[in-house]
């Protein structure tokens, strides 16, 4: 599970690095964070589907990189927490919407393989990368909105970014143990 969740790295230090107008360097370090993620877990036996949130990664700090140096007085640069969280959020919702949750093959590398075609198996992946979706929506519109109203609110942002990403992260844990308990009663 740990390791797994070596796949928000990038993320998180972009979080770190890129505050104020040091989303330029946020962005460079959270696309250098995500290529040694790839490769390290690659060259571990990962495959791709269970990297989405690495390769994401990659696509969103290239883009990040090019807009940040081309543009660093950028009307966006205020809303790097809020713009994290919205693609997070749409490469949540487009996983769903191909029916590739993206905690597929996440959950494939946990389970054992005579359960990974059943109907169960995939709703529950649907469901939990239904609500990290659902999370990273209500951050990335939260952050937003306080961004906007209230630039400097620190604690704010940051119980927002915790919150976000604490539930459905304890939801991940709990919820295949609590259907796997219904089933057997």
């Known amino acids: 599970m740990i390791r797994n969740l070596l796949g928000f790295l990038p993320w998180i230090v972009y979080a770190v690095v890129a505050t104020g107008d040091e989303w330029r360097y946020g962005a460079l370090a959270g696309l250098a964070i995500a290529a040694v993620v790839i490769v390290a877990d690659r060259r571990a036996g990962k495959k791709w589907d269970e990297m989405v949130i690495e390769s994401s990664a990659v696509v969103f700090f290239v883009v990040t990189a090019l807009i940040s140096f081309a543009a660093p007085d950028s009307p966006l640069t205020p809303y ?35 359960v990974w075609q059943t109907p169960l198996f995939y709703r529950v992946n649907a469901v ?24 400097h609110a620190t604690a704010a942002v940051i119980a927002i970014k915790v919150l976000t990403f604490a539930a459905p992260a304890v939801f991940t844990a709990r919820y295949p143990r609590t259907v796997a308990a219904r089933r057997a009663v």
């Open 80 to 114: 790097g927490p809020a713009l994290v969280n919205a693609w997070l959020a749409l490469t949540a919702w487009g996983s769903l919407a191909v029916r590739r949750p993206f905690t597929l093959g996440i959950a494939r590398s946990m389970a054992p393989p005579e």
């Open 128 to 151: 939990i990368t239904s609500v990290w979706g659902a999370a990273f929506t209500v951050a990335a519109l939260s952050l937003a909105l306080l961004l906007h109203g209230a630039p």
